[in-house]
């Protein structure tokens, strides 16, 4: 399973980056507001800057919503860096955008995928990724976790190339329960990665072990 950190945030990805553990990264247009980087030229050069950090793919999302548009911006996107995936909405012309790029051996993620329908079309599209909100179904009472049990039975069914990217990850349980189910990668933030490696009774085993060390020597 890949581990994608799913912020714009420089110090958040070096050091997921850091642990050794780090597969890629995700952003999106309300991720790099948060962050405060705004206009045309300092949003590029961010994505340029986290292609430096991180070793693997970088997810960069388009803002157009039509086939030209996102033509025209996913082609700037993807000559920035070749780590550099185009992140394209799940409407008919970021369908459309998705065979144009896969077509051309440009990597894409589906983004905003909430039904297997969806995915069935990302798939068909030729998408690298298909990205899955889990935490927003949650969010509205709908199970997250079955859409991505549902994709992955209908990927298998027909060998489907396209990788699910479980996206909107809450927290860790979301995270090992997406490996369970076959997801091949997951997207989520800091928290949820780090959280993997907390458990009460390493720290109290790691403790012991230290503290009878001490006593020898
Ligand atoms: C996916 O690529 C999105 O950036 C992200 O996972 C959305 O997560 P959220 O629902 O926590 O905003």
């Not at 590029?44 to 997810?59: A, F, Q, R, T």
């Not at 298998?156 to 809450?170: E, G, K, M, P, W």
Request: include cysteine; glycine fraction near 8%.
């Amino acid at each position: 399973m890949k581990f994608f950190i799913d912020t714009a945030n420089l110090e958040q990805i070096k050091e997921a980056q850091d642990m050794g553990i780090l597969d890629g990264v995700t952003t999106n247009p309300s991720l790099m507001a948060k962050e405060g980087i705004t206009g045309t030229d300092n949003i590029l050069k961010h994505y340029v800057d986290i292609c430096k950090i991180v070793d693997g793919d970088v997810s960069a999302e388009v803002i157009s919503t039509d086939f030209d548009g996102m033509v025209r911006e996913g082609e700037a996107l993807a000559e920035l860096h070749d780590q550099i995936v185009i992140k394209l909405p799940m409407i008919k012309d970021g369908i459309k955008a998705c065979k144009y790029f896969s077509d051309r051996g440009i990597k894409t993620n589906v983004t905003l995928v909430f039904s297997p329908g969806q995915a069935l079309l990302a798939a068909k599209a030729g998408a690298t990724y298909v990205s899955p909100f889990i935490g927003r179904l949650d969010d509205i009472s709908t199970d997250g976790l079955n859409l991505i049990a549902e994709i992955r039975h209908i990927y298998d069914n027909y060998a489907f190339d396209t990788q699910i990217l479980a996206a909107s990850v809450r927290h860790t349980m979301h995270v090992i329960d997406c490996a369970k189910l076959g997801a091949n990668v997951m997207t989520g933030p800091l928290s949820s990665i780090v959280g993997l490696l907390k458990h009460p009774l390493t720290d109290i085993g790691l403790e012991k072990f230290l503290a009878d060390y001490k006593k020898g020597n």
